[in-house]
């Protein structure tokens, strides 16, 4: 058994349902979870830390609209010095303990003029405009095809539950194409004219390399973005991490409600 499994398994009370990895100022939601059980990432062999404001270190499972849920509060980035393997161990672990579900989470600056900022859209596809695969170097068969299709990144019929949920309370889910740029810095003006040109409606520093290893780990996911800010050049005003984290605790509420529903409808 590997041993990060085998702590894992031993911590929580049974296998979970379904993961849960919590962007930027997102981590909250954990504060509702019944019969909480935590584990830091010290506790694991070989396993990375987060260093951004906004991201706890830990793993925490707990009952939550009725299902066995693991949360993940931080994750990692390419830009904080991880190789992009190190970025994806969280999946892999989710992939070693049987997990069949995640819901990815992010903050993200919006491109599309549709969006608002507070505004959670669902992701339907990915552009990796930081040119680095996970996947890169040997397969490891027990986890996945040397080629995974990514012609379906999320899990269409589960999305179209949720939409039809959201729908009947009033509630529109917009839906939007997430590009990836290896941060840290926020991206340039003609960066934002290009990923727009190439059909991006969000950008961000994260999710691309997880949503790539859970496809290649057959794991079904759905992944949603708070928009916290306008993209480089979409508004005329500096963009700092302090407002994505401010932004995003303003859409608590909004995004709790997208998150119940998505429990709801595994």
């Known amino acids: 058994m590997n041993k990060n499994k085998e702590i894992m398994m031993n911590k929580i009370p049974e296998k979970p349902q379904v993961a849960i990895i919590l962007g930027s100022g997102l981590a909250y939601l954990t504060e509702f979870f019944k019969d909480a059980v935590r584990i830091d990432y010290s506790e694991l062999n070989d396993f990375p830390t987060s260093t ?28 904080e010095g991880y190789s992009v393997k190190n970025i994806i161990k969280a999946i892999h672990l989710f992939k070693e303990i049987g997990i069949k579900k995640i819901i990815i989470t992010n903050a993200a600056g ?14 339907e596809d990915i552009i990796n405009l930081a040119f680095n695969n996970p996947l890169i170097g040997k397969n490891i068969e027990e986890y996945g095809t040397r080629f995974p299709d990514m012609s379906k990144v999320i ?6 539950r ?10 529109c889910l917009k839906r939007g194409t997430y590009a990836w740029f290896t941060g840290p810095s926020f991206e340039t003006k003609s960066e934002i004219k290009m990923a727009e040109y ?17 496809r290649h780990c ?30 995003a605790k303003k859409a608590r509420e909004r995004f709790q409600r997208v998150i119940e529903i998505s429990l709801e409808e595994l």
């Open 218 to 247: 057959s794991i079904d996911l759905i992944a949603y973005s708070c928009v916290t800010n306008f993209a480089c050049g979409i508004k005329e005003q500096p963009l700092n991490h302090e407002e994505v984290i401010l932004t």
């Open 52 to 79: 951004v404001m906004g991201h706890k270190n830990e793993f925490v499972y707990g009952i939550y609209k009725g299902k066995g849920v693991l949360a993940m509060r931080g994750r990692f980035h390419f830009y």
């Open 110 to 123: 919006g491109i599309n003029r549709d969006y608002s900022p507070g505004e959670i859209v669902a992701i």
């Open 162 to 171: 949720i939409e039809i949920r959201l729908a009947k309370e009033g509630n």
């Open 155 to 160: 899990d269409e019929d589960w999305l179209k």
């Open 198 to 214: 190439l059909g991006a409606d969000m950008v961000g520093m994260s999710t691309v390399p997880e949503i790539i290893a859970a």
